[in-house]
């Protein structure tokens, strides 16, 4: 590809042998006519759900229609040397649990804890005695404090007191997330067994009342309140506002201004890795690594996992039962159990015969709010960004901010919430949110010697376009040129170091990925589709009208990220289930 790097790139597959097809070898590795479970797609929460069952002694296959495992927790060799974390790019929610059952460090993960792990550079002219200004943030608390005094020491004083605060309610929440929620159905129409087994799904929620105690009506507001008011409350300096408020509208169709915004904010600073409360890492070899470790755990005991195997359709008996699916190519698999990593558009709109699903539940799907802003933009570059409030050290090395989230056009809320309108006016934001990660910085495996590879996760873009525009070639690289002149105020020479760029839109996202509107979640992370309502009210559960069938994808409880969460509740739902059939 020319330097310019116009133009969707194409991937190279010449990644070696890994390690969960060299463990499925054998009878494992070919296609059977009957298992006790099929899952469909290999995402992370579909290897998480199959390993868990294997390791319970179901037999699982899994079915992947990509060439490779991971769903959006992927490597891809976009350029020859160049490896990317194509879509999620980041670690942080996959829960604890997981990492030990799974015995992932075994199965080859390896992580690199980011600290600092924040940095906001400022657009302002610099001096020959002072550069433009920074905000840089860790886990060191007085490093911290002393960052933020720069534009408020009111903020320095009050922030130790932000994070204990915030770090009381993610301990409440903590809890729901590994749990299916509280089955409302079973307390009204349940058998006596089935309303004992609803009261114990009440012990997480009656905890994390407990946890917050006397505090729980300012909780509740930052769950319900525009994260704005949330912020205003606790500080006065826009550059450390609109930083936190980054987090809580990050791959989310919501302003700073948005009611309930402060739930997505929670939702990525409830994180703990190596016991790290909050920490975020970048997964050695790329996001694709995690889930080759996933997957091998799942060979290891038995799983069954096939790629460009597309499942066409859930096959339903006579009595209205999933009994097992029809594959793209004809062939027919049988088994006791379905479990769906898709969405649940895709799973219920286009697997599921909709002549087995009530009308009112097809309808609830259809309406299910799955608007994206997000554009990934994957860069190959020749050098280290140099920015103007940290300029590069001699030997251009990494320094502590080339490893963190860059936050870009986030020097005031203000900024985000005008690029949210503009794509509520069907434009591209005019001044785009931009997370700018370098994951080599850390991890130099990822590029040749001296290359880097430059993760944009930007937005706002609206999936649809204004004025019947298509997202065309075209429209997509002027829009990565706008964020490119973006990067360039903060670190000239950018557009210089481009080898060559990867441009995923929202429509790009749903394509190849098979993220509905290209959301990353699955669906909104909204009030209204989270717990008791994820997907939709009455089926939070992970199953569905359909006996048989069950959701184990961002789509269920307890919603997206790199969690796993939803496959091993789902799993273990559907162990219980195949114990009393």
């Known amino acids: 590809m020319a330097a310019g790097g116009r133009g969707l790139i194409r991937a190279l597959h010449s990644s070696p042998c890994p390690a969960w097809k060299r463990a499925q070898s054998g ?27 294997q390791r319970l002694g179901v037999n699982t296959a899994v079915f992947e229609r990509r060439h490779v495992i991971g769903g959006a927790a992927v490597t891809e060799e976009i350029i020859p040397g160049f490896k990317f974390s194509r879509a999620s790019y980041l670690l942080s929610l996959l829960r ?42 860790g886990t060191d608390m007085a490093a911290n404090q002393k960052q933020i005094s720069q534009f408020s020491r009111k903020d320095a004083q009050a922030f130790p007191r932000y994070e204990e605060f915030m770090k009381r309610l993610v301990l409440a929440i903590d809890p729901l997330l590994d749990a299916a929620p509280v089955d409302t159905t079973a307390f009204q129409h349940g058998s006596l067994l089935q309303r004992l087994r609803a009261l114990s799904t009440l012990k997480p929620l009656l905890k994390a009342g407990r946890t917050l105690g006397a505090q729980l009506p300012q909780y509740y507001e930052v769950l319900t309140a525009p994260i704005s008011k949330v912020l205003d409350q606790w500080f006065e300096s826009e550059p450390l506002k609109a930083t936190l408020a980054t987090d809580a509208v990050i791959g989310a169709m919501t302003s700073p201004h948005t009611p309930g915004s402060g739930y997505v904010l929670l939702h990525h600073v409830m994180g703990s890795l190596e016991g790290t409360q909050g920490a975020w890492s970048y997964v050695q070899g790329g996001m694709g690594a995690l889930s080759d470790a996933i997957a091998s755990s799942a060979a290891t005991r038995g799983a069954s996992i096939f790629t460009e195997k597309t499942v066409a359709k859930v096959q339903v008996n006579s009595e209205g039962r999933a009994q097992g699916v029809t594959l793209q190519d004809g062939e027919e698999v049988r088994s006791r ?188 992370m909204s009030l209204d589709q989270l717990y008791f309502a994820r997907p939709v009210p009455q089926h939070s559960d992970y199953r569905c009208p359909v006996q048989g069938l069950y959701l184990c994808g961002s789509g269920a409880h307890p919603g997206g990220g790199v969690m796993g969460a939803a496959g091993r509740n789902a799993a273990h739902v559907v162990f219980r289930d195949l114990k009393n059939m």
């Open 27 to 53: 009878a494992n590795g070919r296609l059977k006519p009957e298992y006790d479970a099929v899952v469909i797609g290999a995402g992370h929460n579909g290897l998480v759900a199959a390993a868990y069952l």
């Open 96 to 137: 604890p649990q997981i990492c030990t059952d799974l015995e992932l460090k075994k199965h080859g993960l390896k992580l690199h804890l980011r600290d600092p792990y924040s940095f906001t550079p400022m657009l302002e002219e610099g001096t020959l005695n002072r550069l433009p200004r920074s905000l840089l943030l």
């Open 337 to 524: 159990v379905v479990l769906s990593c898709a969405s649940p558009q895709v799973t219920f709109l286009e697997l599921t015969p909709q002549e087995w699903l009530p009308g009112a539940f097809v309808k609830r799907i259809s309406q299910l709010d799955t608007q994206s802003p997000v554009t990934k933009i994957n860069v190959a570059v020749d050098r280290l960004p140099n920015f103007q409030a940290a300029p590069n050290a001699p030997g251009d090395q990494p320094q502590a901010h080339h490893q963190c989230s860059i936050h870009l056009n986030c020097e005031d809320t203000l900024l985000l919430h005008q690029a949210f309108e503009d794509a509520k006016g069907g434009l591209p934001s005019q001044k785009p949110m931009i997370e700018l990660c370098i994951p080599s910085s850390l991890d130099p495996t990822l590029a040749p010697p001296g290359c880097h590879v430059v993760s944009l996760f930007t937005q706002y873009t609206p999936y649809t376009l204004a004025g019947g525009k298509v997202w065309n070639e075209q429209e997509k690289n002027t829009y990565a040129d706008k964020v490119f002149d973006c990067i360039e105020a903060y670190a000239p020479g950018f557009k210089r170091s481009v080898l060559a760029r990867d441009i995923l839109t929202p429509p790009d996202l749903e394509r190849i990925f098979r993220l509905p509107g290209g959301n990353i979640f699955h669906g909104a």
